[in-house]
């Protein structure tokens, strides 16, 4: 009986199968399960402080230069210095929008979420699902998805505030769509914003934080249920008595920190950002964060984060947290 005898053949390798994977539609995971799971948790924004003079007079000549009408939004974004808009940190947007005296930013509703905190002018206001609010300095101003808002603005001068969107998901969930109001107004009534719920008016946020006890103080903006003000963004305020300074804090949320009183500085990540007030920084993701107030007397500041999305998802992870116990049944 005569036997045949295998051909000899080159034996195979790995590179060889990764090449023969070509053009057949799958990929090797191993070459990727580094890249795929970091050791930590890796931001593509950067620490970054936008200077509100160096802003605003850009933003006042956009005023002169660009209608209303034709911007519908007539706003600077904020994009981190290392991603394209709408990023701000990777997972939040943030733009200094600016409203004229006699204009109508119309009315649109969205799928986005936006928090918007006041910085300077009188007589604007913004009308949402038919309730007319007015804008004071240092509120806080909710649009809840899906309603229907407009921007306007009596009296002289500009009126500018810090929107905060969460746009930067609906890169991953292709989800977000705009209808316009037929009419650039939505009819609208006046409330009184001590009674409406989508205010939070900066004297009680303020009062609240001078009663707390310590150096330093955070309060959360939460509904009246004690609930976040959305399923994505939430916010909060700081106080921070003269010079002293906030505790060191890392966590997986990313957040935007506008200065609503006084000066100092934050040292994020290996960034040091000088900050004074009117300017807006921004904190990635894992960045260790710690704010100085440098001078004599109290700082306040807003930001707001994208801790109730984080949280819900159960990607909220601290620096104190005990992996161990986190295990989730
Ligand atoms: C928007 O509706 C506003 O209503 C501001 O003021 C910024 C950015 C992207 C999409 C919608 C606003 C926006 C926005």
């Not at 290996?270 to 109290?298: I, M, Q, R």
Request: charged share 25%; proline share 7%; with cysteine.
């Amino acid at each position: 009986m005569t036997q045949s005898v295998a051909p000899t053949q080159a034996k195979d390798t790995a590179e060889q199968l990764i090449a023969d994977l070509d053009g057949t539609d799958t990929l090797p995971l191993w070459v990727q399960m580094a890249k795929l799971n970091p050791p930590e948790p890796n931001p593509r924004c950067i620490p970054y402080v936008w200077k509100y003079d160096r802003i605003r007079p850009n933003l006042i000549r956009a005023g002169e230069l660009i209608s209303e009408k034709a911007a519908e939004r007539r706003v600077l974004m904020l994009p981190n210095p290392a991603r394209e808009a709408p990023f701000t940190t990777d997972t939040i947007y943030a733009g200094l929008q600016l409203v004229m005296p006699n204009e109508t930013a119309p009315a649109h509703r969205h799928v986005a979420f936006a928090m918007r905190f006041i910085i300077e002018g009188s007589g604007g206001f913004t009308a949402v699902h038919g309730r007319r609010i007015k804008m004071q300095r240092g509120d806080v101003i909710l649009t809840p998805r899906w309603n229907y808002h407009d921007h306007g603005k009596d009296g002289s001068g500009p009126m500018i505030w810090l929107d905060g969107l969460d746009l930067p998901n609906f890169r991953h969930f292709p989800v977000h769509f705009l209808e316009h109001f037929k009419d650039p107004r939505y009819p609208a009534e006046d409330v009184d914003t001590s009674e409406s719920p989508i205010v939070f008016p900066w004297s009680g946020m303020k009062a609240k934080l001078d009663a707390e006890s310590g150096s330093w103080a955070a309060l959360r903006y939460l509904k009246r249920d004690g609930s976040e003000v959305s399923l994505t963004l939430g916010g909060s305020a700081e106080r921070l008595d003269a010079n002293s300074n906030s505790p060191v804090r890392r966590e997986t949320s990313s957040c935007v920190y506008h200065v609503i009183e006084g000066s100092g500085y934050s040292n994020v990540g290996d960034k040091k950002l000088e900050w004074t007030k009117g300017d807006t920084f921004c904190v990635p993701t894992w960045a260790a964060y710690e704010h100085f107030n440098t001078t004599d007397s109290t700082t306040y500041l807003y930001r707001f984060d994208d801790q109730p999305m984080i949280k819900s998802l159960g990607f909220y992870r601290t620096q104190d947290m005990d992996i161990e116990a986190l295990v989730d049944l």
